[in-house]
């Protein structure tokens, strides 16, 4: 019997690569994410330089927290736990290299290039196309190392943990193709390929699934493998594992249309997302349960080991966000919390609580394993788990004495009917909720400053074993399985099946949702008064983009009386049509923009972007000096016309011949605006671009004017 076994090694290496990158990117995406939470109680830190304002600064910190941060703890889980379920060393090493240093040289490059402005503006997918395409390409290189490792496994069975890991894999690579469909002007900037409700659905189709299946399938798949390797016990129930991953991955990914729900976007789409939603805690609920009840007979550990901690608040907050996710899709509920900071403590929840804590309890269980010793300080895991743990309900509950404190003096009316209260003071309000955020934040890389050095302290005391020395029997195909058989025994020796039947299950529900938008006009009605942009508003809408001004401004009213009553006529569908991208928001941090036009003279915007709080006492909104320095490159114009006309915006044929000097005429009408309010400023300067897009907000249809 023991001649028949073959002898190999595991892979560490890889795995010890994505480790360090796991921690390094962790601090730089939760330190700039500090450093955002903290400009928001005191302005004064966004320095007064394009690259550090809040605009800029957030998708840099959900980018390197979401893609770097987690999406190296996967990548590092995965590397691990599948070669040894699968009794062999990964397919390629030189993939696993390429996949390592493809995968930091994106994360650096995007980070560096959301600094200078370079975004799509598209939540959770702000790189621009040259980023997309070279994500597609070091998604593909991990698929097939991931593949081809599992296909030359020594075990028939595929555990539950793969099926996670293979789920994952085909639900993000259809969600990044659909979604990144763009068209590119330049090197670094692209127009979105969808316009308006079409962008909308597929943004957010997205976006929560991007949630889902990155920031939660890969994390149950290293659930169901550390979990248990750490309790030293079996998965509670098999049964329920199958029955988990198939009905999420179904269900999850017509979920997407609750995070637009009283927007533009057609009726019957938000209530489909909004039953699917309902029906995710079942599967969701069914997982964390799984996950803790792994752990019985293990209970008095817990109160000592510090990776069952991790693991108990890990599996905990995943079960309250999975729960509140669903809450959060009722109308009523969404009424009160779309657009507030709310939705800010539900992702953090999540964010913090599971994806951070798995990731901790996994690096504390795993690095002494891979340097052959123990960990330097077990009290010191400890004090981390306490602190993180502190930093987490410092973060989260303050936001949601924010949100109910936004929503109810965003809602309330005098005895006469008017608005309460100006949106400016519902600002000032949280302040105080958002320093208390801040010290959440403190408390939280406190911790992973801690974790960092008590494993530098282990890993100085050990031994690396960058391979691993291992055997196991090769793989007899069509053995004879002993014991009780289930139907699921079929897909689960089969992975190419499981591919296959994988991404059948997950693009129903999204060819589902948007065949009918796409293609049933009458969703999406026309509105004849609305207009493409002129050249300077187009260049003023690249330039909000640019600032990130949707991380704080919505664009889209609700039908609802204060909403109304502050903005003016709630948003029509029609009126989006020539947007690429769609401009809706997802958090009203200032007043919505979507009837701006026409509300303010040209002066106000000049001076408001010079000096905010000269025109708002009191404002947090960053200044914006540089605008009044760069110039527009104008050159440009006619390059732009083209690719909208290219994406359906009906621009007559040659009209970019003619469009610069439809740019200078509009252009010197601002200036001279300007001018009679003793302000000047050159008519090629970006503000005189932006301040174009703004006043053209709203104007295509008659509205009457809210008040903010």
Same mark, same amino acid.
């Given at each position: 019997m023991m001649s028949s076994l073959e002898k190999f090694s595991y892979d560490n290496r890889t795995v010890k690569w994505f480790a360090w990158a796991t921690l390094f990117w962790g601090l730089i995406g939760m330190l700039a994410g500090?450093? #955002?939470?903290?400009? *928001?109680?005191? =302005?004064?830190?966004?320095?007064? !330089?394009? =690259?550090?304002? $809040? &605009? %800029? *600064?957030? =998708?840099?910190h959900t980018n390197a927290v979401v893609f770097a941060f987690v999406g190296n703890g996967i990548f590092m889980g995965v590397y691990y736990s599948l070669q040894r379920l699968c009794k062999a060393r990964m397919f390629s090493d030189l993939l696993s290299k390429i996949h390592f240093w493809g995968w930091q040289a994106i994360i650096a490059g995007g980070a560096l290039t959301l600094f200078m402005g370079y975004t799509t503006g598209k939540e959770y997918a702000e790189l621009e196309w040259p980023f997309d395409i070279a994500i597609t390409l070091i998604w593909l290189v991990f698929g097939?190392?991931?593949?081809?490792? +599992?296909l030359r496994r020594r075990v028939s069975h595929l555990y539950v943990a793969i099926w996670f890991y293979i789920g994952t894999w085909v639900a993000i690579a259809m969600l990044h193709i659909v979604n990144s469909f763009e068209m590119p002007l330049s090197l670094f900037k692209s127009y979105s390929w969808y316009a &308006?409700?079409?962008? #909308? *659905?597929?943004? @957010?189709?997205y976006g929560h699934n991007?949630? #889902? $299946? $990155?920031?939660?399938? =890969?994390?149950l798949g290293l659930m169901y493998y550390f979990v248990p390797k750490a309790a030293n016990r079996p998965v509670y129930s098999y049964r329920w594992s199958i029955i988990h991953f198939w009905a999420l991955i179904f269900i999850y990914i017509w979920a997407g249309p609750h995070h637009l729900l009283y927007t533009a976007l057609p009726e019957w789409a938000q209530s489909l997302g909004t039953v699917f939603s309902i029906m995710l805690i079942a599967p969701s609920w069914g997982g964390m349960l799984n996950g803790l009840l792994t752990l019985r007979g293990a209970w008095d550990r817990v109160r000592e080991d510090a990776i069952l901690k991790f693991f108990v608040v890990a599996l905990t907050a995943y079960g309250m966000a999975t729960f509140e996710g669903p809450m959060l899709?009722?109308?009523?509920?969404?009424?009160?919390?779309?657009?507030?900071? @709310?939705?800010?403590?539900?992702v953090h929840v999540g964010a913090l609580g599971w994806n951070g804590f798995l990731t901790f309890g996994i690096l504390y269980w795993m690095i002494p394993r891979l340097f052959n010793t123990t960990l330097y300080s077990k009290k010191w895991a400890n004090t981390h788990f306490w602190i993180g743990t502190l930093g987490i309900i410092f973060y989260a509950v303050p936001l949601y004495w924010a949100a109910f404190t936004q929503s109810m003096m965003w809602k309330q009316f005098t005895e006469e009917g008017q608005l309460k209260f100006q949106f400016l003071e519902t600002v000032t309000t949280i302040v105080p909720m958002y320093a208390l955020r801040a010290v959440g934040g403190l408390l939280y890389v406190s911790g992973l400053i801690l974790m960092i050095v008590n494993i530098v302290k282990t890993v100085r005391k050990g031994s690396f074993v960058a391979n691993e020395a291992a055997e196991a029997a090769p793989l007899v195909k069509d053995a004879v399985t002993h014991g009780k058989s289930y139907w699921h025994n079929w897909i689960e020796k089969r992975p190419v099946q499981m591919v296959v039947f994988s991404l059948i299950v997950v693009g129903i529900g999204g060819i589902l949702e948007m065949v009918p938008t796409f293609l049933i006009r009458s969703n999406i009605p026309t509105i004849s008064t609305v207009k493409p942009y002129t050249p300077l508003e187009l260049h003023g809408r690249d330039i909000y983009i640019r600032e990130g001004c949707y991380t704080c401004h919505s664009q889209m009213v609700r039908p609802f009386r204060?909403?109304?009553? %502050? !903005?003016?006529?709630?948003?029509? #569908?029609?009126?989006? +049509?020539?947007?690429?991208? $769609?401009? @809706?928001?997802?958090?009203?941090? &200032?007043?919505?923009?979507? %009837?701006?036009?026409?509300?303010?003279?040209?002066?106000?915007?000049?001076n408001h972007m010079l000096d905010p709080t000269s025109m708002s006492p009191g404002s947090i909104m960053p200044t914006y000096p540089w605008l009044f320095d760069n110039r527009v490159d104008k050159s440009k114009t006619p390059a732009m016309i083209n690719v909208m006309r290219k994406l359906g915006v009906p621009y007559e044929h040659g009209y970019e011949m003619q469009a610069i000097a439809d740019y200078d005429k509009q252009a010197a009408q601002i200036t001279a605006s300007l001018q009679r309010d003793k302000l000047e400023v050159g008519a090629d300067r970006e503000i005189v671009a932006l301040i174009a897009y703004m006043q053209r907000l709203g104007t295509d249809i008659k509205v009457s004017s809210g008040k903010n």
């Amino acid at each position: 019997m023991m001649s028949s076994l073959e002898k190999f090694s595991y892979d560490n290496r890889t795995v010890k690569w994505f480790a360090w990158a796991t921690l390094f990117w962790g601090l730089i995406g939760m330190l700039a994410g500090l450093w #955002a939470a903290t400009a *928001l109680v005191y =302005p004064d830190l966004n320095l007064g !330089y394009a =690259p550090t304002t $809040f &605009g %800029r *600064l957030r =998708p840099v910190h959900t980018n390197a927290v979401v893609f770097a941060f987690v999406g190296n703890g996967i990548f590092m889980g995965v590397y691990y736990s599948l070669q040894r379920l699968c009794k062999a060393r990964m397919f390629s090493d030189l993939l696993s290299k390429i996949h390592f240093w493809g995968w930091q040289a994106i994360i650096a490059g995007g980070a560096l290039t959301l600094f200078m402005g370079y975004t799509t503006g598209k939540e959770y997918a702000e790189l621009e196309w040259p980023f997309d395409i070279a994500i597609t390409l070091i998604w593909l290189v991990f698929g097939a190392n991931m593949l081809g490792t +599992i296909l030359r496994r020594r075990v028939s069975h595929l555990y539950v943990a793969i099926w996670f890991y293979i789920g994952t894999w085909v639900a993000i690579a259809m969600l990044h193709i659909v979604n990144s469909f763009e068209m590119p002007l330049s090197l670094f900037k692209s127009y979105s390929w969808y316009a &308006g409700v079409q962008d #909308a *659905l597929v943004q @957010w189709w997205y976006g929560h699934n991007a949630v #889902a $299946f $990155f920031l939660t399938t =890969p994390y149950l798949g290293l659930m169901y493998y550390f979990v248990p390797k750490a309790a030293n016990r079996p998965v509670y129930s098999y049964r329920w594992s199958i029955i988990h991953f198939w009905a999420l991955i179904f269900i999850y990914i017509w979920a997407g249309p609750h995070h637009l729900l009283y927007t533009a976007l057609p009726e019957w789409a938000q209530s489909l997302g909004t039953v699917f939603s309902i029906m995710l805690i079942a599967p969701s609920w069914g997982g964390m349960l799984n996950g803790l009840l792994t752990l019985r007979g293990a209970w008095d550990r817990v109160r000592e080991d510090a990776i069952l901690k991790f693991f108990v608040v890990a599996l905990t907050a995943y079960g309250m966000a999975t729960f509140e996710g669903p809450m959060l899709s009722l109308k009523n509920v969404n009424a009160i919390s779309h657009y507030t900071d @709310w939705t800010i403590a539900h992702v953090h929840v999540g964010a913090l609580g599971w994806n951070g804590f798995l990731t901790f309890g996994i690096l504390y269980w795993m690095i002494p394993r891979l340097f052959n010793t123990t960990l330097y300080s077990k009290k010191w895991a400890n004090t981390h788990f306490w602190i993180g743990t502190l930093g987490i309900i410092f973060y989260a509950v303050p936001l949601y004495w924010a949100a109910f404190t936004q929503s109810m003096m965003w809602k309330q009316f005098t005895e006469e009917g008017q608005l309460k209260f100006q949106f400016l003071e519902t600002v000032t309000t949280i302040v105080p909720m958002y320093a208390l955020r801040a010290v959440g934040g403190l408390l939280y890389v406190s911790g992973l400053i801690l974790m960092i050095v008590n494993i530098v302290k282990t890993v100085r005391k050990g031994s690396f074993v960058a391979n691993e020395a291992a055997e196991a029997a090769p793989l007899v195909k069509d053995a004879v399985t002993h014991g009780k058989s289930y139907w699921h025994n079929w897909i689960e020796k089969r992975p190419v099946q499981m591919v296959v039947f994988s991404l059948i299950v997950v693009g129903i529900g999204g060819i589902l949702e948007m065949v009918p938008t796409f293609l049933i006009r009458s969703n999406i009605p026309t509105i004849s008064t609305v207009k493409p942009y002129t050249p300077l508003e187009l260049h003023g809408r690249d330039i909000y983009i640019r600032e990130g001004c949707y991380t704080c401004h919505s664009q889209m009213v609700r039908p609802f009386r204060d909403e109304v009553a %502050r !903005y003016g006529e709630y948003s029509k #569908a029609g009126e989006f +049509i020539y947007d690429h991208p $769609f401009q @809706w928001g997802s958090k009203r941090t &200032g007043p919505d923009l979507a %009837r701006l036009g026409g509300k303010y003279p040209d002066s106000w915007h000049y001076n408001h972007m010079l000096d905010p709080t000269s025109m708002s006492p009191g404002s947090i909104m960053p200044t914006y000096p540089w605008l009044f320095d760069n110039r527009v490159d104008k050159s440009k114009t006619p390059a732009m016309i083209n690719v909208m006309r290219k994406l359906g915006v009906p621009y007559e044929h040659g009209y970019e011949m003619q469009a610069i000097a439809d740019y200078d005429k509009q252009a010197a009408q601002i200036t001279a605006s300007l001018q009679r309010d003793k302000l000047e400023v050159g008519a090629d300067r970006e503000i005189v671009a932006l301040i174009a897009y703004m006043q053209r907000l709203g104007t295509d249809i008659k509205v009457s004017s809210g008040k903010n």
